[in-house]
């Protein structure tokens, strides 16, 4: 059974600065994808960054609205992925959800899953 635990969100000045964390435990076998989310009310739930692991190389990727404040980074040997937030605006504030996509020992094909949420608010 996986857990994804996010930490680091929290209150935050505008030019501020935030780092996210997300931490996958379980019976993993490599990680396919592994990247975060964000939903602000009365909004969809969108794509914020995300990494794709290749066979020798790895990817990432970035909404428009953060490209160049945003860096996402990764220590899948720990199986973890981080989101470290610059300049931030209040137009980011949203609940960030670390997703993962993530093959599993126990089965042939990868599968998806969510972390709880951490809430990011972006105020004076």
């Known amino acids: 059974q996986v857990q994804l635990v996010e930490s680091g969100g929290g209150l935050v000045q505008p030019g501020g600065s935030l780092r996210l964390s997300c931490a996958a435990s379980g019976n993993i076998f490599s990680i396919k994808t592994m990247g975060w989310y964000r939903q602000a009310p009365g909004k969809e739930r969108e794509l914020v960054a995300r990494i794709t692991s290749g066979r020798s190389t790895y990817y990432a990727d970035y909404a428009d609205s953060v490209k160049g404040r945003f860096t996402i980074s990764r220590d899948f040997a720990r199986n973890t992925v981080y989101l470290q937030m610059n300049s931030l605006k209040p137009e980011d504030t949203a609940v960030y959800y670390c997703?993962?996509?993530?093959?599993?020992?126990?089965?042939?094909?990868?599968?998806?899953?969510w972390g709880q949420g951490t809430q990011v608010t972006v105020s004076s």
């Open positions: 997703n993962a996509d993530l093959f599993m020992s126990t089965t042939m094909r990868s599968s998806d899953f």
